[in-house]
């Protein structure tokens, strides 16, 4: 039986990059996966194309998770197509780079809401359907910039490190019905956002991290798997660096 059989995973931002990762190994390994996008175009259509070719049941959905009402419109409407939520993923995530000094409120107000307030927005929709279903699996995606902090990120960091604020806290109180909140931190991950750096800086990069490469995006899908199946059952409230070493 494959790891995530029969289970029905929302996954945000899911169109390309990690997000689209995750939604692959998912269907790889038997879930059916509905995911959004804030708008449905060829990125989106080709994901579901893809997933579908697993087996598995396949949606993809515009919607823009930094909105709470767009969140509580997405998670009813997945659930009217797929029956159930067993696992949320909270992918969805966006960066506006710069010195502190030079940062404007528009680019911190923007990465807060699309990357923390998300979070909060879907975890809230998701909530009753869990409650109700005794049990799921909430998988939020941080970074570990949100561990130590970086230079010029100060919104990117803030955003992720609250993530890992609510998914500890939320851990502690939805325990109680078997709902699951874990977070993951991943390193220097090779998509396309980390593709246009140039060499010498990648190399720079390289050089921090013990392990010497980069984060593939299947690795951080893969640890995804094992927190949205019953190999992970033991497990809640927890951060787990995929970093290659660069943390620790």
């Known amino acids: 039986m494959k790891l995530l059989e029969g289970k029905t995973a929302l996954i945000t931002g899911a169109s390309r990059g990690i997000g689209k990762a995750i939604a692959i190994r998912y269907a790889q390994e038997g879930c059916n996966v509905a ?12 994901t579901e194309k893809e997933l579908l070719s697993y087996g598995v049941q396949a949606k993809g959905y515009a919607s823009n998770a930094a909105s709470f009402e767009s969140s509580n419109e997405l998670v009813q409407n997945v659930v009217a197509d797929f029956g159930r939520i067993d696992i949320l993923v909270n992918n969805a995530g966006i960066t506006k780079d710069g010195a502190l000094k030079r940062m404007t409120e528009e680019q911190w107000d923007m990465v807060i809401s699309v990357n923390l307030k998300s979070v909060f927005n879907l975890t809230k929709a998701v909530q009753p359907i869990m409650w109700k279903q005794g049990g799921g699996s909430v998988i939020n995606l941080s970074s570990v910039v949100g561990v130590s902090g970086n230079a010029n990120q100060c919104n990117y960091s803030a955003s992720k490190a609250g993530i890992i604020g609510f998914t500890k ?14 977070a993951i931190a991943p390193g220097f991950i090779m998509t396309e956002m980390t593709a246009v750096l140039p060499d010498n800086i990648k190399e720079d990069w390289y050089k ?9 995006p299947d690795e951080v899908a893969k640890v995804c798997v094992f927190l949205g199946s019953d190999l992970s059952s033991y497990v809640t409230g927890q951060v787990i660096n995929i970093c290659g070493g660069m943390n620790c």
């Open 35 to 46: 995911f959004s996008d804030l708008v449905r175009n060829e990125a989106m259509e080709e």
């Open 169 to 182: 806290s939320a851990a502690k109180e939805m325990g109680v019905r078997n709902i699951r909140h874990n």
């Open 208 to 216: 921090k991290i013990p392990l010497h490469r980069g984060g593939e």
